[in-house]
Each structure stands twice: as structure tokens, then as C-alpha cells.
């Protein structure tokens, strides 16, 4: 439709003021303040790349090995990751229920209510249910664990089971939410004649599973990989700033929390900008990775 | 010939029943794993009517007690006597009522902000022919990957220059345009015949009259379910109001339970009790608009 400009500009208008204020001119804003020193209270001082080299530059030390100018932030970028691996058991899992729900039974309504409810509730609250459900002598795992026989680790309080504690928290909060919901679909849209075949030519449901299911549903696999890929680099705040604070010794630190950590309880504001900057490019660098390597997998 | 429809008979009752012992299988599981789902909830639930004081623990023995004897987590799930009066002195010790007053305030005036200033640029993004139109829509879309730590800062600078922290303004103000929300409005918009828009416009409908009285009015369900997404977005976000806000009467729900944190670390019946509260209202609107987010995930999702 044509129509005077300034009628486009009034519907255009209000979203757009709101948008460069508060969204594009804070992303230019940022990348120049990641090439800046300050600390809110004096003058910001340019310093080149210097925020980059302090947090991912490599120097020789004295013994003329080469070390990392800042192995924590590594160590960060290692906690974001390893986070992640949650990703393809949340995937699975997902691909699962929803090929069992994918049929008439008795309360299907009811089952997916069950399952879709730990995926919408949300924020403090259910990181503090889940503070208490890893508390290590009357917490809710550790005293199933014992039902098992199995003395329970002391998980938040622990450098090594603190990350898979916060993968179960994950999985448990969006195994049965919206990753089901789009796998449902998905196999909802698989033409039934070709298990007919499969199942006149005798395939096992494994192999029926294998040889069907996952190819038909790899598009929506490979969308929620890149969401998840794409909300894993930048998460890990809120479970991190209510459950643990980024310990036991940083164990549980990730990306977004070092830089929540670096700008605002320290007020490095360029090393955190700078910090924000890369975890940007990585994303981009991951997805488009991915793009690349996983659009030839995907069968359409 | 009756021998052979016997052998047909006894061959189709054997898969029947396998059929029915398959999906009496399939029952069982799905039933147990919704069960081991929804158990850590029930756990709140049981632990915030529990009570932590040793006068009342003394009467009614270890079961109302968080640290039991045994560890059943059956038997210990729900206490003896339920201690309603947790949910009370919530709100007595801190200004619960204030923080989820905050909540609603902040979440719903977003949420009607980005209805109004998402539904109207979506409209002009699918329907107005202007100069430099596109390529605006790909600065939107771009912006879509940048991660929230990037903007947090500038925006916390330009908010506290303009002496605008610690306000309502700061909480609300930045959370009312979404470039999301005007990407999924445009393409449920695109999808909108255009015909009963130019018939409309043949009866003398300007562009704000067909806005008001044809696109909105279609666009219900799509509407619907970015309030339900953007109202649960914020009623969880912590990072934001944790930078922008340090005075009691400003905070949210997140925040106020932080505090509770600190003023109760181990009362953790206490604790539950306000985290159910504070997560009710999500199970609540789930419920209620249900529909709304199956249709609002295919929407912001993949086709088939």
C-alpha cells in the first residue's frame, strides 16, 4: 500500500524511537566502550585492544612457554560450554515423549500438562526449589540417590558436580516444554504410509525409529539445536546469581555471569563490553557453523 | 474353511492383546516420568506448609520437620499438620505485597507497550510501501542475536546520565519496543489476505481505521500469545531490575525474594512459600491460555 510518509512514520514511529535509544544505539555504544578503560566515576581512557588481550591474548612467560593472559576467562568460556552438553540429552529427550505422546491414550491432555508445567515455571523461585532439592543431607536428589543405595555428592558445594547439577535443572526445566511441542508437530506431518512399509517389510521399531523418525523431524532437531546453541552461550545468569554466585572457585561462572561480575560488582566497563563483544561474535561464529555444517545433514 | 477362520480368530486376538499390554506399557512410563516431573513441585509444595520451629516440631513430631528422620521421600513429603500461616508471615516479614504489586505493574505496562508499538510498526512493515523499508527490517532482524549482556551496559549508562535509575521509568521504559515482537507481528500480519483490506480502502477506510478495525481484530491469537510470552519474560527477568534498581519500593518479585534469601538462609519453608507464590501466577496464565502458546511456539517456530 502507498501512503504519505508521515502516516508510515507515525505506525513506524514509536517502536523506532524506542528501538535506536534502547537497542541499536547501546549496541554501537558497547563496541566502542570495549575499546575504552573506565570505571563510571573517571574519565574514560582509550585503550586500544588492550580489554581483548586481557581476556583471551596469549604472551610468553619467563620461561618462554606460552601461557593465557587470563586463563579464568578460558575457564569461563569452558563452563559456558560444557553447560551445553545438556543440549543433545534435552534434545533426545524431548523426541522421546513426544513420540510416545504422538498416540491415542487414555489422559494424553493431562501428560502433557505434566510435562509442559516445569518448562514454563520460572526465575528465583525454581532456582531456589532447586538450591533445596540439591541440598546435599535432605535434599530431595540425594535422598532418592540413597533410596538407590548411593551416597549423593555434595553438588552446588562441589567443583565438579556443581555444572552436572545444573545441567539436571535444565533438563528437567525444558525436556517437556516447547521442544515437545514442535517434535508433535513434526511427526504429526510424517506421511503414515512409510511405517506401513517399514512395518510390511518387517522393520523393527528401532530401526523404523532410525531409518524414519529422525531424518522426518531433522529440521525441527536442527532449529532447536541452534536455539538452544544460541540461548546456551548467553545463559547460565539467573542459576548462577541465585544458586551459587559463580562458585564453588568459579566452577559454575559462566559467560554472562563474568560479565555481570566484571561490569557491575567491579565496574570494568570496557573489559566488560569488550567481554559481551566476543561472547556476540561467538554466537555468530557458532551459528553460522552450524548453518554451514548442518544444512546438508537436514533432510527437507 | 472354520479352521482356518479359527486360526485367524485366535492370531488377531493374540496382537490385540499384545497391542494392549504395548500401550498399557507406554501408559505406565509416560505415567511415571510426569509423575518424577511434577515431584520437585510437589516437594515445594510440601516443604512450604513444613515448619522449622522446634516448640511446634516438639508436638508434632519429625514429619513437619524439613530434615526428617529417614530419608522417604514419600512418607515425608507432606508434614503432619499443614502450616498455612507460612504464606502469612511472607508477607509479614517483607513487603511481599509491594515486590508482586511491582511485578504486575512492570510486566503489564510492558506488555501493553509492546502490543501497541509492535502490532503498529509490524503493520507498516507489511503493509506500507517506504523508502529504505527493507533493509530497517534486517537491522531489526540482525539485532535478534545480540546477546542482552551487550546492550545492558550502554543502556544502564544512558538510563543513570539521563538520572533515571532507581525508577519506574528505567524498569519499564526500555522492555516496551521488542524487535522480536515486531518480527513475529509481521509475519502473522503477512499472512493476512489482503483483500479485505482494499475493500476497506474502496469504502473510504484510511490506514488507521483498517488497523484498528481489520488487522487487530484478526490478529487475536497472535496478539494474545506475545502477551503471554512477553508478560512471562518479565515477570522472570532478574538481570535487568538487578542493575537498575536499588531501593525496596522499586523491586520486583526476583528481587524481593533475594532479599528474603538473605534475611531467612535456612528457613527454607519460608523460602518455598514465597517461591510459590511467586511462580503461581505463571501456572495460572499457562492454564488459562494454554492454546495460546502451542500456537505461539509454531509460530515463532519452523514450519512442519
Known amino acids: 500500500m502507498k501512503v504519505k510518509s508521515w502516516i508510515a512514520l507515525v505506525f513506524l514511529g514509536p ?33 586500544g585492544l588492550q580489554n581483548f588481550v586481557d581476556l583471551i591474548g596469549w604472551r610468553i612467560n619467563e620461561s618462554g612457554s606460552l601461557e593465557a593472559v587470563n586463563p579464568r576467562f578460558w575457564y569461563y568460556i569452558y563452563n559456558t560450554l560444557f553447560l551445553m552438553i545438556g543440549l543433545p540429552f534435552a534434545i533426545f529427550g524431548s523426541l522421546f515423549l513426544a513420540c510416545l505422546l504422538n498416540r491415542r491414550l487414555l489422559g494424553r491432555n493431562l501428560f502433557r500438562l505434566l510435562y509442559f508445567i516445569p518448562s514454563i515455571v520460572g526465575g528465583v523461585g525454581v532456582y531456589l526449589l532447586w538450591k533445596w532439592i540439591f541440598q546435599p543431607d535432605y ?8 533410596y538407590l543405595g548411593l551416597d549423593g555428592p555434595r553438588w552446588l558445594e562441589s567443583t565438579f558436580w556443581v555444572k552436572p547439577a545444573l545441567m539436571l535443572m535444565n533438563f528437567w526445566g525444558s525436556v517437556g516444554g516447547m521442544n515437545v511441542v514442535l517434535y508433535l508437530a513434526a511427526l504429526q506431518n510424517i506421511n503414515p504410509e512409510l511405517y506401513e512399509a517399514a512395518e510390511v517389510d518387517g522393520a523393527p521399531p528401532w530401526l523404523q525409529f532410525w531409518k524414519i523418525t529422525w531424518p522426518m523431524v531433522s529440521p525441527t532437531t536442527f532449529f532447536i539445536l541452534i536455539m538452544g546453541i544460541i540461548s546456551g552461550f548467553q545463559g547460565g545468569f539467573d542459576a548462577a546469581y541465585v544458586m551459587t554466585r559463580g562458585g564453588p572457585a568459579g566452577a559454575s561462572t559462566t559467560l554472562s555471569y563474568y560479565i555481570y561480575e566484571t561490569g557491575f560488582q567491579f565496574f570494568y566497563m570496557g573489559r566488560a563490553s569488550a567481554a559481551s563483544w566476543l561472547l556476540f561474535l561467538m554466537v555468530m561464529a557458532f551459528t553460522w557453523l552450524n548453518w554451514k555444517t548442518g544444512a546438508n545433514r537436514v533432510h527437507y | 474353511m472354520y479352521k482356518e477362520r479359527r486360526i485367524a480368530d485366535i492370531r488377531d486376538v493374540r496382537t490385540r492383546t499384545l497391542e494392549i499390554s504395548k500401550r498399557t ?48 521421600i514419600l512418607k515425608n513429603l507432606f508434614p503432619e499438620r499443614w502450616h498455612w500461616e507460612n504464606f502469612i508471615e511472607v508477607f509479614r516479614e517483607v513487603p511481599f505485597g509491594r515486590y508482586f504489586f511491582n511485578s504486575v505493574l512492570i510486566s503489564g505496562v510492558v506488555t501493553i ?92 477506510c484510511g490506514p488507521f481505521r483498517i488497523f484498528w478495525h481489520v488487522i487487530l481484530p484478526l490478529s487475536k491469537t497472535a496478539l494474545a500469545t506475545l502477551a503471554i510470552f512477553c508478560f512471562l519474560a518479565n515477570w522472570q527477568s532478574l538481570l535487568g531490575p538487578l542493575v537498575k534498581v536499588n531501593s525496596d519500593e522499586l523491586k520486583p518479585l526476583t528481587l524481593g525474594l533475594l532479599n528474603f534469601v538473605d534475611l531467612n538462609s535456612a528457613n527454607w519453608p519460608l523460602l518455598m512459600a514465597s ?28 514450519k512442519g
Open chain 1, 139 to 146: 535434599g530431595l536428589i540425594n535422598s532418592v540417590l540413597w
Open chain 1, 15 to 47: 517502536n523506532l524511537l524506542g528501538f535506536l535509544a534502547f537497542t541499536l544505539l547501546p549496541i554501537v555504544a558497547s563496541l566502542v566502550l570495549a575499546f575504552y578503560s573506565w570505571d563510571l566515576f573517571s574519565p574514560p581512557k582509550f585503550v
Open chain 2, 25 to 72: 506399557t507406554i501408559w505406565l512410563l509416560l505415567l511415571l516420568l510426569g509423575i518424577s516431573m511434577i515431584y520437585p513441585l510437589l516437594w515445594m509444595v510440601g516443604t512450604s506448609v513444613k515448619t522449622i520451629d522446634p516448640i511446634l516440631l516438639a508436638e508434632e513430631g519429625a514429619r513437619s520437620s524439613i530434615f526428617p528422620e529417614g530419608r522417604d
Open chain 2, 113 to 204: 507497550g509492546q502490543l501497541i508499538t509492535c502490532s503498529m510498526s509490524a503493520y507498516a512493515f507489511s503493509r506500507f510501501s517506504f523508502g529504505g523499508r527493507d533493509k530497517l527490517f534486517f537491522c531489526y532482524l540482525g539485532t535478534l542475536m545480540v546477546p542482552v549482556t551487550v546492550t545492558l551496559i550502554p543502556t544502564f549508562i544512558l538510563l543513570s546520565w539521563m538520572g533515571l535509575i532507581d525508577t519506574y521509568f528505567a524498569l519499564i521504559m526500555p522492555g516496551m519496543f521488542s524487535a522480536y515482537g515486531t518480527f513475529m507481528l509481521r509475519q502473522f500480519f503477512m499472512g493476512i489476505p489482503k483483500d479485505l483490506e482494499e475493500a476497506a480502502g474502496i469504502d473510504g
Open chain 2, 275 to 302: 517461591s510459590l507464590i511467586s511462580i503461581l501466577p505463571l501456572i495460572v496464565l499457562f492454564l488459562l491460555g494454554q492454546r495460546y502458546f502451542v500456537s505461539g511456539i509454531r509460530l515463532g517456530g519452523v
